[in-house]
């Protein structure tokens, strides 16, 4: 079986590398595109890709879809009507499509075979579907498949998780925290406190504030004006070397996003998780420079493995270099 992996593109080998670990016979193709990959697998089946991927932590791939169908681009629509038939009725469905080729008009495409698929009765939706056709479009040929959005990693087109700007909006980063969220399909405590480990300038602190959590946002730095006259903010305007070992508070969730060396930044959350709540989550980025980065996740792991249970780890569409790590305290 042929898949299409996905994943951004200064990590595009890393993520190459993890599916060879997982499959030791499968055979690397073609680059589609940038950080855009075509693999044949080999011992490994395409639904048990994901768990495998989830079960080693492997962080860098992003999106998967199976290549059930290559044909010509002149014969996509009759190979796309062909595919009717086996799609399940009760399931809502997505068709997702991406295409390096100017040739393909996509809504053009799409809206045609929606027309068909609604015809037939199906239950074809934008958001959260439960089954996606999935069609990559290079210069001449079209890659066609068929799969569950949890067989495919992400339930959006290549993995690019797309939040629409909001008026107030402080930071582009609050798309991190909101995409963790949605990725991870984590249910946040909508009332209690949580701590925002390097907040400047509050874009994590507003989410939080949205969600009902108050919070202490910890940052040298500023916050955003917006935030001054939240009385359910305080900024504490110290490091968090020097917040934490003082702190008497107890806390539903901490978050943390700050610039700092990955294995550093795990030590100050090992710290953090004795002001966490037994059970309580917490979310993080770690920094990645651009070299050893395996080695660099592995390490800050390593270290936060002494206080949380590691629920994921990956680098997100809004993630830089960097990966979010999704934990939960070890406390009980
Ligand atoms: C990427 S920004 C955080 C953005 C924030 N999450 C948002 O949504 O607006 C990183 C922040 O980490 C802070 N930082 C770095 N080292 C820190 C430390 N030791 N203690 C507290 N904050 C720190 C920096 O001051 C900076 O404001």
Known sequence: MQVIFTASPEFAQIALAEIQKLDRQSKFLQWLDQGIGLIELGEVTFSDLAPQIAVTRSAFVRHLCPVLETVPLEKLQTTLSSLIPVIDRTQSLSIQIRAISKEVNRSELRNEFANDLIAAGLNVVVKDPVQIVSIFCSSNIAYIGFSTAAENLSSWTGGMHRFAHEAGQI??????????????NLTLPTQGRAL??????????????????????VDP??????????????????????????????????VNDMRMDAADSAKNMRAASQVLKPGGLAIMTLKLPGKGVKAIINTAIAILENSYEIIGVRNLFHNRQEVTVVMRSLAE
């Open 196 to 217: 925002d480990l390097g907040a400047s300038p509050g874009g994590w602190t507003r989410v939080l504030r949205q969600i009902g959590l108050s919070v202490v946002a």
């Open 221 to 254: 730095g500023d916050l955003a004006d917006a935030l001054h006259s939240d009385p359910k903010v305080s900024h504490s305007r110290q490091l968090v070397q020097q917040y934490v070992p003082n702190c008497r508070d107890r806390f539903d969730l901490i």
């Open 171 to 184: 930071s582009r980063a609050e798309f991190k925290l909101l995409e963790a969220i949605a990725v991870f």
